[in-house]
């Protein structure tokens, strides 16, 4: 009876309701992406200069509380045109995320060369503290609503009518789709056809080697914080524009982090694949499965799914295969 | 000139391998105990026993369970905050079902609980390690918290979905429970904690220790040396979660007097995380050294500008907490990444050829 319920009921569900699947897809599929973001921002760092960032998530809830932040500002300063204000708050927020990659590589990372990994993590720990703080000290506590119209981004949805149901898609998370493919294909032809681009990949292959042929590691840092950075920023605008801006959006940090394990630490295909995988597999698991075992199995389930991957494949879906000599 | 070691010969292995084989440290270490046993009962208020030593206390026990993980076999763990609360929830279940034994046994059998909690989420340490380890061990986290809220057996159905310490009392003194008095509740924790940080150093400094460490410095190699990895992991999971599930237990009985789900949530983990990184991996005493730090330095911002004629909004308060905390953290990494343990061993070496620079 209970093997009937776990294994041949939830695919009967799907069968008898096409359309209720294609919507949970979808949701997962959006879910999937914004992780998929959060997770491409972690491997640009780990890439390139071998940091678990963990600093990640908060840089995502930062950068929309910047641009938040800074909107309302504006608009107290008598900057009339609510758009103007919103791209010049905009403008000034990709400012700040530069100076806050160029500060955390003099402050941060250039003191720490060369010492354990773990030290470096804790120390981008210190940075989430610190941007925590630094967040609520100057645009306040209080969750704020994304300038979404603003912005010109898309509200509403569009219903489609297929199997005999009905399935509505959030017009955000079509334009978060879009969004977010672009970034991708920009960061892609970045990486394969510029002179920086061309250089991230050697640093990421070597330091030394990368250091030897003149590559300035200084200067790959900052760029390559400030490109999460802003990947940071696009997922800010994405997630608050679809809930408020708040920092309880951090917890969507540690979301993210089995599809880290998932797809490898150092590949972005596994990141956006991994994401997808584990943004699916959340809601189907919490709409199909979850109500035999209690609802929020969402917290963990994720977790699960990666740690089953992980048995099989140590180093993830697209990882590096880690070859250890005594 | 008052710390030197000369003259203090060895004649014997037991002297040649004791815990402090230096006079002075061993005087020392006396001088701390019995202020911590005698002196600081009597002369401190309740506030100082029940929001300063006793977590303290807790913090540091629950750090030395961290740091024989992380520090000592090189495991690196998120799921510390879980562990603690698996602690809690034993004691309070074993308690309840069997009211007439001995809460302190119950306090111990509640670390026996968390060891094999820890040794079920350790089983991926065999196959992965790192941040793939650490981002595992979040898995425990998450799942033990969601069963902490969603099984209403380990609350006893309590409407209120948290857990309330009954009150227990040890030869007609009230021990927990709302009526306890703080020294009672000190003593009891600054006990437990002195034998069980003893028993550590022992552990480590033994041959389990040394097998740890062999795991941390080199697991393949360690492997060719016949250590087998398996267990040693393994025992390593179950020795720090014994640890965490003690100070859980502790934290629930004896300093908060009740608790929910979310006071074992992940910034628990992160919380004792931060003690061992900036007390000091691999270091019994930098346990000690983080977890005063990172848990009284808050205390201290929130008192002393008011002392010094500041008025501060709370609530920037709390905001220049994250801030200073955060700021300190990466501060303390850049000028000592060994943790405050490496600068109290820098400065006894100072003091050991004082006056003289070498």
Same mark, same amino acid.
Request: net charge positive.
């Given at each position: 009876?209970?093997?009937?319920?776990?294994?041949?009921?939830?695919?009967?569900?799907?069968?008898?309701?096409?359309?209720?699947?294609?919507?949970?897809?979808?949701?997962?599929? +959006? !879910?999937?992406?914004?992780? *998929? #973001?959060?997770?491409?921002?972690? @491997?640009?760092? =780990?890439? /390139?200069? &071998? %940091?678990?960032?963990?600093?990640?998530?908060?840089?995502?809830?930062?950068?929309?509380?910047?641009?938040?932040?800074?909107?309302?500002?504006?608009?107290?300063?008598?900057?009339?045109?609510? +758009? !103007?204000?919103?791209?010049? *708050? #905009?403008?000034?927020?990709?400012? @700040?995320?530069? =100076?806050? /990659?160029? &500060? %955390?590589?003099?402050?941060?990372?250039?003191?720490?060369?060369?010492?354990?990994?773990?030290?470096?993590?804790?120390?981008?720990?210190?940075?989430?503290?610190?941007?925590?703080?630094?967040?609520?000290?100057?645009?306040?506590?209080?969750?704020?609503?994304?300038?979404?119209?603003?912005?010109?981004?898309?509200? &509403?949805?569009?219903?489609?009518?297929?199997?005999?149901?009905?399935?509505?898609?959030?017009?955000?998370?079509?334009?978060?789709?879009?969004?977010?493919?672009?970034?991708?294909?920009?960061?892609?032809?970045?990486?394969?056809?510029?002179?920086?681009?061309?250089?991230?990949?050697?640093?990421?292959?070597?330091?030394?080697?990368?250091?030897?042929?003149?590559?300035?590691?200084?200067?790959?840092?900052?760029?390559?914080?400030?490109?999460?950075?802003?990947?940071?920023?696009?997922?800010?605008?994405?997630?608050?524009?679809?809930?408020?801006?708040?920092?309880?959006?951090?917890?969507?940090?540690?979301?993210?982090?089995?599809?880290?394990?998932?797809?490898?630490?150092?590949?972005?295909?596994?990141?956006?694949?991994?994401?997808?995988?584990?943004?699916?597999?959340?809601?189907?698991?919490?709409?199909?499965?979850?109500?035999?075992?209690?609802?929020?199995?969402?917290?963990?389930?994720?977790?699960?799914?990666?740690?089953?991957?992980?048995?099989?494949?140590?180093?993830?879906?697209?990882?590096?295969?880690?070859?250890?000599?005594? | 000139?008052?710390?030197?070691?000369?003259?203090?010969?060895?004649?014997?292995?037991?002297?040649?391998?004791?815990?402090?084989?230096?006079?002075?440290?061993?005087?020392?270490?006396?001088?701390?105990?019995?202020?911590?046993?005698?002196?600081?009962?009597?002369?401190?208020?309740?506030?100082?026993?029940?929001?300063?030593?006793?977590?303290?206390?807790?913090?540091?026990?629950?750090?030395?369970?961290?740091?024989?993980?992380?520090?000592?076999?090189?495991?690196?763990?998120?799921?510390?905050?879980?562990?603690?609360?698996?602690?809690?929830?034993?004691?309070?279940?074993?308690?309840?079902?069997?009211?007439?034994?001995?809460?302190?046994?119950?306090?111990?059998?509640?670390?026996?609980?968390?060891?094999?909690?820890?040794?079920?989420?350790?089983?991926?340490?065999?196959?992965?390690?790192?941040?793939?380890?650490?981002?595992?061990?979040?898995?425990?986290?998450?799942?033990?918290?969601?069963?902490?809220?969603?099984?209403?057996?380990?609350?006893?159905?309590?409407?209120?979905?948290?857990?309330?310490?009954?009150?227990?009392?040890?030869?007609?003194?009230?021990?927990?429970?709302?009526?306890?008095?703080?020294?009672?509740?000190?003593?009891?924790?600054?006990?437990?904690?002195?034998?069980?940080?003893?028993?550590?150093?022992?552990?480590?400094?033994?041959?389990?220790?040394?097998?740890?460490?062999?795991?941390?410095?080199?697991?393949?190699?360690?492997?060719?040396?016949?250590?087998?990895?398996?267990?040693?992991?393994?025992?390593?999971?179950?020795?720090?979660?014994?640890?965490?599930?003690?100070?859980?237990?502790?934290?629930?009985?004896?300093?908060?007097?009740?608790?929910?789900?979310?006071?074992?949530?992940?910034?628990?983990?992160?919380?004792?995380?931060?003690?061992?990184?900036?007390?000091?991996?691999?270091?019994?005493?930098?346990?000690?050294?983080?977890?005063?730090?990172?848990?009284?330095?808050?205390?201290?911002?929130?008192?002393?500008?008011?002392?010094?004629?500041?008025?501060?909004?709370?609530?920037?308060?709390?905001?220049?907490?994250?801030?200073?905390?955060?700021?300190?953290?990466?501060?303390?990494?850049?000028?000592?990444?060994?943790?405050?343990?490496?600068?109290?061993?820098?400065?006894?070496?100072?003091?050991?050829?004082?006056?003289?620079?070498?």
């Amino acid at each position: 009876m209970l093997l009937y319920k776990i294994f041949i009921d939830p695919f009967v569900q799907m069968g008898a309701s096409p359309d209720l699947l294609i919507q949970t897809l979808w949701e997962g599929l +959006v !879910a999937g992406m914004l992780y *998929a #973001l959060i997770a491409l921002g972690f @491997v640009l760092i =780990f890439k /390139a200069s &071998g %940091v678990f960032n963990f600093a990640q998530g908060i840089m995502v809830v930062f950068g929309a509380l910047t641009l938040v932040g800074l909107y309302d500002m504006l608009t107290h300063i008598g900057v009339s045109m609510p +758009v !103007a204000a919103a791209f010049i *708050a #905009l403008g000034l927020t990709i400012v @700040v995320m530069f =100076f806050l /990659a160029y &500060g %955390v590589e003099k402050i941060v990372l250039r003191p720490l060369i060369n010492q354990p990994d773990i030290i470096l993590f804790m120390a981008t720990f210190g940075l989430t503290y610190f941007l925590i703080g630094m967040g609520e000290l100057v645009f306040g506590g209080n969750p704020k609503v994304m300038i979404s119209d603003q912005l010109y981004l898309p509200k &509403g949805s569009i219903d489609f009518k297929i199997f005999g149901g009905l399935v509505s898609l959030q017009k955000i998370d079509i334009a978060a789709a879009i969004v977010a493919s672009i970034m991708v294909a920009g960061l892609a032809v970045f990486f394969s056809k510029t002179r920086i681009g061309r250089a991230l990949r050697a640093v990421a292959d070597s330091h030394k080697a990368a250091l030897a042929v003149g590559i300035s590691l200084e200067q790959i840092w900052v760029i390559v914080w400030f490109a999460s950075g802003l990947v940071a920023l696009v997922t800010g605008i994405m997630w608050g524009a679809r809930s408020e801006v708040s920092f309880a959006l951090q917890i969507i940090a540690l979301r993210a982090l089995p599809v880290l394990i998932l797809g490898g630490f150092t590949s972005i295909p596994g990141a956006i694949v991994g994401g997808l995988i584990i943004g699916i597999g959340e809601k189907l698991g919490e709409f199909y499965w979850g109500p035999l075992i209690g609802s929020g199995i969402e917290s963990w389930l994720a977790y699960f799914i990666a740690l089953v991957f992980l048995l099989f494949r140590p180093q993830g879906l697209f990882g590096e295969k880690i070859i250890e000599r005594v | 000139m008052l710390y030197r070691e000369a003259g203090q010969f060895k004649t014997s292995y037991a002297s040649d391998q004791a815990v402090f084989p230096i006079l002075q440290d061993r005087i020392g270490v006396i001088v701390i105990l019995l202020v911590a046993f005698f002196v600081i009962p009597y002369f401190s208020n309740e506030f100082i026993l029940q929001a300063v030593m006793i977590p303290f206390l807790i913090y540091s026990l629950a750090a030395i369970g961290l740091n024989l993980l992380t520090g000592y076999t090189g495991l690196l763990s998120l799921g510390t905050g879980a562990f603690m609360g698996v602690g809690a929830y034993a004691c309070y279940k074993l308690s309840t079902i069997f009211p007439g034994v001995h809460i302190l046994i119950w306090i111990v059998a509640s670390g026996f609980v968390a060891a094999a909690i820890g040794v079920f989420f350790g089983l991926p340490s065999l196959r992965i390690k790192g941040f793939y380890l650490a981002i595992a061990t979040l898995a425990a986290q998450f799942f033990l918290q969601w069963c902490f809220v969603r099984l209403p057996w380990l609350t006893n159905y309590n409407v209120s979905n948290a857990i309330e310490v009954p009150t227990r009392t040890l030869g007609g003194i009230v021990v927990t429970g709302p009526n306890a008095s703080p020294q009672i509740r000190y003593l009891i924790v600054l006990s437990i904690v002195v034998i069980m940080t003893w028993l550590a150093s022992n552990l480590v400094r033994g041959r389990i220790g040394r097998m740890w460490m062999a795991v941390r410095d080199m697991d393949i190699a360690a492997e060719l040396m016949g250590i087998r990895l398996l267990t040693t992991k393994l025992l390593a999971f179950a020795v720090s979660s014994f640890y965490c599930g003690v100070a859980g237990a502790m934290m629930v009985f004896l300093w908060y007097g009740g608790a929910e789900a979310d006071t074992f949530n992940i910034n628990q983990s992160f919380f004792v995380l931060f003690m061992v990184i900036i007390g000091g991996l691999g270091s019994l005493l930098g346990s000690y050294l983080g977890a005063a730090l990172i848990f009284i330095l808050p205390i201290l911002l929130r008192f002393v500008p008011p002392k010094l004629g500041m008025t501060i909004h709370s609530a920037t308060v709390e905001h220049l907490t994250f801030v200073i905390v955060g700021a300190l953290i990466i501060f303390f990494l850049i000028v000592e990444p060994h943790g405050l343990a490496r600068l109290w061993q820098i400065a006894k070496q100072k003091l050991r050829v004082w006056p003289y620079p070498y």
